[in-house]
């Protein structure tokens, strides 16, 4: 099947590279993404990848620390995974780019759209770390920010519940899953599909968002092929 997708945005959470272990990284589970990610690749996709930081800190549970400092904490923890992440497509001999928001030479390029653009055009894979690199934005809104720099077809967001419910599904049985939602039905429900400022960026630029579950990291290439998969909001 052909991919209904050429450039794809995969926003990655850092809770599902730690496969429910809660702290750190499952490298089994980090090669076991990565293997979709090549399979994806070898079907002539163009695929970037922002990627948060969670399984290692989160800036707003900084307690009392200044915010500015605890969410540049949080880059930092985005380009563990960063590095983690190429390691593993180096592995499966996919050709693979780190670039970082805040200028880490000896371990990154720093980010440069064109480049970014021009490494995806040579089929290499370009993972986006330090979220925007300013505090007080998340990686979902980084996620955004780079669909609309590069031209993406769709923003991928691969999480630990396979599509967006009315409720907390893991608290609420009876929630009702959406097969289909508007920005506009995100926005007014309050649904957390992503944070409201990300939702409003690819509302105005005209992205979707495809939310499905990672435990299963086949559904990566369900996706990228246009099979029923999660909840698109467009």
């Keep these: 099947m052909e991919p209904v997708y050429k450039k ?60 500015t400092r605890a969410d540049h904490m949080g880059m930092l923890a985005t380009v563990i995974n960063s590095l983690a992440l190429a390691d593993a497509l180096e592995q499966l001999d996919v050709p693979v780019r780190v670039q970082t928001a805040i200028e880490m030479k000896e371990i990154a390029e720093k980010y440069i759209r064109n480049k970014a653009v021009r490494h995806l055009e040579k ?60 920005f506009i039905d995100v926005l007014n429900k309050g649904l957390h599909v992503m944070d409201s400022t990300a939702a409003s960026l690819c509302m105005d630029n005209n992205i979707p968002i495809l939310v499905f579950n990672l435990n299963d990291p086949n559904n990566i290439v369900k996706a990228v092929k246009g099979e029923k998969n999660g909840t698109i909001v467009k």
């Design 8 to 67: 794809v945005l995969l926003k990655l959470s850092g809770e599902a590279l730690a496969a429910g272990k809660g702290f750190g990284l499952d490298f089994d589970k980090v090669l076991e993404v990565c293997k979709s990610v090549k399979e994806v690749v070898d079907m002539g996709v163009e695929v970037a990848i922002v990627v948060g930081g969670g399984n290692f800190w989160r800036g707003r549970e900084g307690g009392g620390m200044d915010r």
């Design 123 to 182: 089929g290499r894979v370009v993972i986006f770390g330090c979220g925007t690199g300013n505090p007080f934005f998340t990686t979902d809104t980084a996620a955004a920010l780079r669909a609309a720099e590069i031209d993406a077809d769709v923003i991928f967001k691969a999480t630990n519940v396979d599509g967006v419910y009315d409720s907390d599904p893991k608290i609420n049985k009876n929630a009702k899953k959406f097969d289909e939602l508007s």
